[in-house]
C-alpha cells in the first residue's frame, strides 16, 4: 500500500480493500520461499504472508490479527554476502564456487556481486542453496532505479544532482566490473558468459535496494552489505512501526512494535531510514513527493589559486567565521563535502546565524562568500566584527549568494505535472526533479524577500539603507538639491536623449537605452555618483540631507582614490560631459518672442579642496558603480544598495529576528522560472 494510499477516506476503504485483495494475488514463487525459508531455520509469523502485487512487487501483509511483534527472523546461515565464499567462516553457508580465489583480491563489495551474479545463473537452472529467494528478486527490466534510466528517462533529470550521481555510479561500475573480468581472465578462468556488465549492474542494484549492514549481526568486523532474505521482503514507509532486532552471530529480526493496530489485509512495512528522494532514486528506484528530509546539496570547488590567496587572507582561520555560526565546519573540505540547502521547518534544523535569513545556506559557503567579499574590498578580516559585520558586507554576500542561486533556479524551474508519464521512472523523476526545484527556488526566494523589502520604487527614499534605480536618486537629488537636480535633467536631456516628463516615463526611457551591450543606466549611475559626490565634496553645509549621506556611506567602504591613483589614468568621463551635468548646460535663455537675449554660461569645474578632485571623484565613481551595480532577477534595471551612514538603522534589516514572509516584499514581483 503506497503511502498516499494508506491516506484513503474512510468512505473509499471498503472499496479499496475488495480491489485490493482481488489485486494481491499468492504468488507461486514467495510460497516456494516460504517453505524453504523455514525449512533453513527461518521464522515467519503465521499471522503474515509473502503476496505480490504488479505495483508493490513482493511485499508483506497481514492475514490476521498478528498475535505477537516478531514478524521474521533470518538466520545468519542464510545471509548472502562474500562471506559466502570465505572457508574460515563458520556461520555461514559455503558455495562450491571459483571466486572463492579470489577472496582477499578483489574488494568484497564486488565479491559479493559476483556470487549473486553467479547464484542467479545457477537460480535459473533450479540450482543454488539460495534458489527460491533469488528466483523472487526482481529482473532488470523492473528495476527503476536511475542506474536504469535510458537516454529519455534520463532527460527528466536534467539540471539535478542526480543525472551528475547516476553517470558517476556507472562509470564506477563500469570500472568494477572491468577490473573484475580482468581479475578473473589473469587468474586464467574462463569469463562466464552471465558475468557481463548489466548482470553486475542488476547485482549492485539488488545490494543497495535490499541489503543491511553486516555490523548488526556482526559487530566484531568491519560492516559491508549483507542480505537477509525474506526480512528483505518488506516495503518501506516513514510511519512504519517497526524495531529491528539483531542477536549478534545468531539472526537478525523485524519487530512491529504496535501489532495491535495492524488490521487483516493491511501491508505491512519497514523503515529504511529517512533519505533524500535523490538516495533513494539511486539506490532503490522509487521516491516520495514532499520527503519532509529532502535538502539540495551543493559541491563547492574553490579552484586552486582562488585557495591559495582566500587561505592568505584567512578563509581556514576560525576566528575569522562570521555570523555567530558553528565553526566546526571548517575541519571539512570544502571541495569534497556535500553542503545542504535547507527550507524553512527543515526537520533537520537550519544552520546557526545570527543573519535569519542565510539560517538555509551551509556555514562553509556563507564563511567562503564572506572572506570573498572581504577580499574583494580589500579588507582585513580582523578589523571587521565577525559576530556582527557591517550591513554593507551582508548585502554584498546576499547578492553574491543569490545571483548564484539564481542562476541554479533557471536550471531548474518547477514544472507542471504531466497527466500521465510514459513510465514510473519518468514519474518518480518527476517527483524528484521537482522536489529539487521548489527547494532552490524556496531558499532563492527567501533571499529574494530581503531585496524586496530594501527595495524602493518610484518614490521618495525613506531614511533607511535601500536598493534604488536611478529614478529613485533622481527624486531624492530633486528633493534634496532642486537647483542641482534641474542641471542633471537638462544633461540627461542632452546626453541620453531621455525627457523627464513623470517618473514612470523616466523609468520606462531608461531601461530601452543601451550602451555598448550596457544598459544605459549604468553610466547614469556612474554621472550621477560623479554628481552626488562632487556636490558631496564641495558643499559644506546641509549634510544631513539623504544624498550626502549616501555617498558619505559609500566612501567609508570605497574611499576616493589618491592624486597618485589617478595620475596616469586616462580621464573616465568627458570633462565637458561632467560639467554640463554638474554645473549646468550653456543654453539660450530666450524672451517671450522665442528670441535668444543671453547665452547662459558654464559655470568653471571648481576643485576646491585638492589636487584633481574632478579627475578622482570620478574615477571613484566609475569603480563604485563597476563594483556595486547590479540587476535583479534580468529586470533591464541597474540597481545601487545605498546606506545611511548610520550603523544602527543601517544593520536593522540585516540582523532583524524575524523572518520575512515571503511574497510580501514591497518592490518588483518575482518572476517565476518555467511558469
Ligand atoms: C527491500 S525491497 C522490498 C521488496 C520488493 N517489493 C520486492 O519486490 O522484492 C526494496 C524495493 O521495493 C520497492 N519498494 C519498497 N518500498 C517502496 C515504496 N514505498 N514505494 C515504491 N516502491 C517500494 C523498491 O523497488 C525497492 O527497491
Not at 574462463?190 to 549492485?204: H, I, N, Q, R
Amino acid at each position: 500500500m503506497s503511502d498516499e494510499k494508506r491516506q484513503i477516506l474512510p468512505e473509499a476503504k471498503d472499496a479499496y480493500l475488495r480491489q485490493r485483495s482481488t489485486e494481491f494475488e499468492a504468488h507461486p514463487q514467495a510460497e516456494r520461499l516460504v517453505d524453504w525459508f523455514k525449512a533453513n531455520a527461518g521464522w515467519l509469523s503465521p499471522d503474515v504472508e509473502i503476496a505480490y502485487s504488479n505495483s508493490r512487487g513482493f511485499h508483506l501483509r497481514a492475514i490476521r490479527p498478528l498475535s505477537s511483534s516478531v514478524l521474521v527472523r533470518c538466520p545468519l546461515r542464510l545471509t548472502l554476502s562474500h562471506l559466502n565464499l570465505d572457508n574460515t567462516q563458520t556461520a555461514v553457508l559455503h558455495v562450491d564456487s571459483p571466486l572463492k580465489a579470489f577472496v582477499g583480491v578483489l574488494p568484497n563489495h564486488v565479491l559479493t556481486r559476483l556470487l549473486l551474479i553467479e547464484q542467479r545463473y545457477l537460480a535459473k537452472t533450479g540450482e543454488g542453496p539460495w534458489q527460491p529467494y533469488i528466483a523472487c528478486l526482481p529482473e532488470p527490466e523492473a528495476m527503476t532505479s536511475s542506474v536504469w534510466f535510458d537516454d529519455d528517462d534520463m532527460d527528466c533529470l536534467v539540471g539535478t544532482n542526480l543525472a551528475a550521481a547516476t553517470r558517476s555510479t556507472l562509470a564506477l561500475l563500469t570500472e568494477e566490473w572491468e577490473h573484475a573480468v580482468e581479475v578473473l581472465r589473469d587468474a586464467k578462468l574462463p569469463t562466464p558468459d552471465f558475468l557481463e556488465l548489466k548482470s553486475f549492474e542488476w547485482a549492485a542494484s539488488i545490494l543497495s535496494s535490499r541489503s543491511f549492514s553486516s555490523d548488526r549481526i556482526l559487530p566484531d568486523r568491519e560492516p559491508f552489505p549483507i542480505l537477509f532474505p525474506v526480512v528483505d521482503i518488506l516495503n518501506h514507509s516513514t510511519n512504519a512501526n517497526i524495531e529491528w532486532d539483531a542477536r549478534p552471530f545468531e539472526d537478525f529480526a523485524l519487530k512491529q512494535t504496535k501489532h495491535e493496530a495492524v488490521q487483516p489485509g493491511d501491508e505491512i512495512f519497514n523503515n529504511y531510514f529517512p533519505k533524500q528522494n535523490g538516495e533513494w532514486l539511486l539506490a532503490y528506484g522509487f521516491c516520495f513527493p514532499d520527503n519532509p528530509v529532502e535538502q539540495f546539496a551543493i559541491k563547492m570547488t574553490i579552484p586552486l589559486p582562488m585557495e591559495e590567496a582566500l587561505r592568505k587572507v584567512g578563509l581556514y582561520k576560525p576566528e575569522n567565521v562570521p555570523f555567530g555560526m558553528s565553526k566546526a565546519f571548517l575541519a571539512s573540505n570544502p571541495n569534497q563535502e556535500q553542503q545542504y540547502l535547507r527550507t524553512r521547518g527543515h526537520p533537520f534544523e537550519r544552520y546557526e546565524n545570527s543573519v535569519c535569513f542565510l539560517r538555509g545556506i551551509p556555514p562553509w559557503i556563507v564563511h567562503l562568500h564572506f572572506i570573498m567579499v572581504l577580499q574583494n574590498l580589500g579588507i582585513e578580516p580582523a578589523s571587521v566584527d565577525k559576530a556582527h559585520p557591517p550591513a554593507r558586507i551582508v548585502f554584498d554576500i546576499l547578492l553574491k549568494l543569490y545571483e548564484a542561486l539564481e542562476m541554479k533556479s533557471r536550471l531548474l524551474p518547477i514544472l507542471d505535472s504531466p497527466r500521465t508519464f510514459p513510465n514510473i521512472k519518468q514519474k518518480y523523476a518527476y517527483i524528484y526533479r521537482n522536489g529539487q526545484a521548489r527547494i532552490i527556488h524556496a531558499v532563492r526566494e527567501e533571499l529574494r524577500a530581503v531585496f524586496d523589502k530594501l527595495q524602493v520604487q518610484n518614490q521618495m527614499s525613506p531614511s533607511r539603507p535601500v536598493i534604488i534605480s536611478t529614478t529613485e536618486a533622481l527624486i531624492a537629488l530633486k528633493s534634496d538639491f532642486p537647483e542641482h537636480y534641474q542641471r542633471f535633467e537638462n544633461g540627461l536631456k542632452i546626453y541620453y536623449d531621455t525627457t523627464i516628463l513623470t517618473w514612470s516615463s523616466y523609468s520606462a526611457q531608461i531601461s530601452a537605452l543601451e550602451e555598448a551591450d550596457h544598459p544605459a543606466e549604468l553610466s547614469v549611475w556612474k554621472v550621477l555618483l560623479f554628481a552626488l559626490a562632487h556636490l558631496y565634496t564641495t558643499t559644506f553645509e546641509k549634510r544631513d540631507k539623504l544624498v550626502h549621506r549616501w555617498i558619505q556611506a559609500l566612501q567609508q567602504l570605497h574611499p576616493l582614490p589618491t592624486v597618485a591613483a589617478v595620475d596616469d589614468e586616462e580621464p573616465v568621463f568627458d570633462d565637458d560631459m561632467l560639467g554640463d551635468f554638474v554645473h549646468g548646460v550653456k543654453r539660450p535663455i530666450r524672451d517671450l518672442n522665442h528670441t535668444v537675449v543671453q547665452e547662459e554660461l558654464p559655470l568653471e569645474l571648481g576643485e576646491p579642496t585638492g589636487e584633481r578632485l574632478g579627475d578622482r571623484v570620478a574615477a571613484w565613481a566609475d569603480g563604485v558603480v563597476e563594483r556595486c551595480a547590479f540587476q535583479l532577477d534580468g529586470s533591464e534595471r541597474m540597481l545601487m544598495y545605498l546606506e545611511t551612514g548610520d550603523e544602527a538603522v543601517d544593520g536593522e534589516w540585516a540582523y532583524r529576528e524575524e523572518e520575512i514572509e515571503l511574497g510580501q516584499g514591497c518592490g518588483v514581483v518575482l518572476e517565476k522560472e518555467g511558469e
